[in-house]
C-alpha cells in the first residue's frame, strides 16, 4: 500500500488558515506581515507562478523600503526557514527565469479560493445548479478579509465577490424553478449572514413566500426594515414594499385571533406627545389624510426638519455627531408637538413632520420651539437646524 501524500491545505476566504496533515501553521503568529503575504501569494498563484516584478510591487510597490529586491530575498529566506520548520526540510518555493512559484512536487496545495474561483467559473458558463450550489459554498466569506487593505488582496476580493453574487443570482433562479426551496434557503441564510444587503434579504423573503411561509417572510421584512431604516435612515425600496404588500395579502388570522384585533391596534401607553411612526407607516398615515381633507376642511402641512453641521455642510458620515444628534432632535421634536401630529425620521439628519389642523403660517413658530428645545443639547453648538415646508 503506498504512502499517502501530504497534503497542505490553505484556507483564504474569510480569515486565512492553514494546515497540513491536521497541523495548524502559526498563522499571525510566526508567519506574519510581508512573510505571511508572501506565503498566502505563492499558494494563490501556486499554478500559474508569479513574475518578480509583479510580486515586488504587491508587497513593496507602496515605496516605502529602500531596498525592495533585498526585502524581498529576506522574506523568501525567512519564508523558507519556517517551512523547514513547521513542514520538514524541502524545497517549496521554485524560483525559474524571474518567476516564483510553489513547487507542487515538494508538497502539494490546495487553496479555497483558487477552488472557488475554478467551480464558479465552470458553474457560470455550464449553468450547472450542483456547481453553482458548490461554487456558493466555497465562499464562506471576503477574499482573506483580516488583510483587507492590501491592494492586490482588494482587486481579488471584489472579484471574488461579484463571482460569488452572479452564482447566487443565477442558482437562486435555477432552484426557485426547481422548486427546491429548502436548498435554496440554506445558501440564501449564508449569503444574509455573509451580506445583509436588501439584495439578499429579498432572495429570502421570496424564497419564503414561495414556500407559503409568509410569517417568517414579514419577519425578515420587519427586521431588515428597522436594520436599514432605524440604524442607516434608508425608507424600504419598492421592491421591498411589494414583498410587503404580497405578504399581508396572504396571511391569514383565526376567529380567537381576530375577536382581539380592537385592542392590539390600540396604543399601548397613552402617550402625550405626537405619534411617531416608522417611515411606510408615515406615508400610510400622510396619504389617509390626504384623501380625508377632500372631504373634510383640515389644513395638513408637510415639513421636513434637518440638520447641518455648525458650516452648514451636511453631517452624512459624521459618525457618533450624526447619530447623537438624530436622537437629540427626535426627542426636540416628540417634546414640541401635539398629540394629534404625525412624525418620522426620513434620514439620519432629517425628519418629516405633519401637522394637523395648523396653517402654513405657524410653520416658523413651531420649528423655533423645536430649534428652542434641542438648544438644550450641550451639543448644539456643533449644528445648524433648518426647515423646510413640503405642502
Excluded at 525567512?78 to 521554485?94: Q, V
Aim: with cysteine; proline share 3%; glycine share 6%.
Amino acid at each position: 500500500m503506498g504512502k499517502r501524500q501530504r497534503v497542505l491545505k490553505v484556507y483564504m476566504m474569510g480569515t486565512a488558515f492553514a494546515e497540513c496533515d491536521g497541523r495548524p501553521l502559526p498563522i499571525g503568529a510566526a508567519l506574519s506581515g510581508k512573510v505571511l503575504q508572501l506565503f498566502l501569494i505563492l499558494l494563490y498563484y501556486h499554478d500559474s507562478g508569479i513574475k518578480r516584478e509583479e510580486l515586488l510591487h504587491m508587497l513593496y510597490g507602496n515605496g516605502e523600503y529602500a531596498s525592495p529586491s533585498g526585502s524581498l530575498r529576506a522574506a523568501v529566506f525567512r519564508l523558507r526557514k519556517l517551512l523547514d520548520e513547521y513542514l520538514s526540510p524541502g524545497e517549496y518555493i521554485r524560483t525559474e527565469g524571474g518567476i516564483y512559484r510553489w513547487d507542487d512536487r515538494a508538497l502539494k496545495a490546495y487553496v479555497d479560493a483558487r477552488d472557488f474561483e475554478d467551480t464558479a467559473l465552470c458553474a457560470m458558463e455550464t449553468e450547472d445548479g450542483e456547481r453553482l450550489c458548490r461554487a456558493c459554498s466555497l465562499y464562506s466569506g471576503e477574499f482573506l478579509s483580516q488583510m483587507a487593505g492590501e491592494k492586490w488582496i482588494t482587486v481579488v476580493s471584489v472579484r471574488c465577490q461579484e463571482l460569488y453574487f452572479k452564482c447566487l443570482r443565477k442558482v437562486s433562479r435555477l432552484l426557485q424553478d426547481k422548486m427546491e426551496y429548502t436548498a435554496l434557503l440554506k445558501l440564501i441564510n449564508t449569503a444574509c449572514e455573509l451580506y445583509p444587503y436588501e439584495e439578499c434579504q429579498i432572495m429570502k423573503m421570496d424564497c419564503l413566500i414561495s414556500m407559503k411561509r409568509f410569517r417568517e417572510a414579514m419577519q425578515v421584512y420587519k427586521r431588515v426594515v428597522k436594520q436599514y431604516f432605524e440604524e442607516q435612515g434608508l425608507p424600504p425600496s419598492e421592491r421591498m414594499l411589494e414583498r410587503f404588500r404580497l405578504m399581508s395579502s396572504q396571511i391569514r388570522y383565526t376567529a380567537d385571533m381576530l375577536k382581539d384585533v380592537r385592542d392590539s391596534l390600540r396604543e399601548r401607553e397613552a402617550a402625550q406627545g405626537p405619534y411617531y411612526c416608522a417611515y411606510p407607516s408615515f406615508i400610510d398615515c400622510y396619504r389617509l389624510l390626504a384623501r380625508m381633507s377632500e372631504r373634510i376642511e383640515v389644513e395638513n402641512v408637510l415639513i421636513c426638519v434637518f440638520l447641518l453641521d455648525s458650516r452648514g455642510k451636511s453631517l452624512e458620515n459624521r459618525g457618533d455627531l450624526q447619530k447623537e444628534a438624530a436622537r437629540e432632535l427626535c426627542a426636540a421634536i416628540g417634546s414640541t408637538l401635539r398629540r394629534g401630529d404625525i412624525f418620522t425620521c426620513y434620514s439620519p439628519d432629517q425628519y418629516l413632520i405633519l401637522l394637523n389642523g395648523s396653517p402654513k403660517e405657524y410653520c416658523q413658530a413651531i420649528f423655533r420651539r423645536i430649534e428652542k428645545n434641542l438648544r438644550r443639547w450641550p451639543g448644539f453648538r456643533k449644528v445648524t437646524l433648518k426647515y423646510e415646508v413640503l405642502g
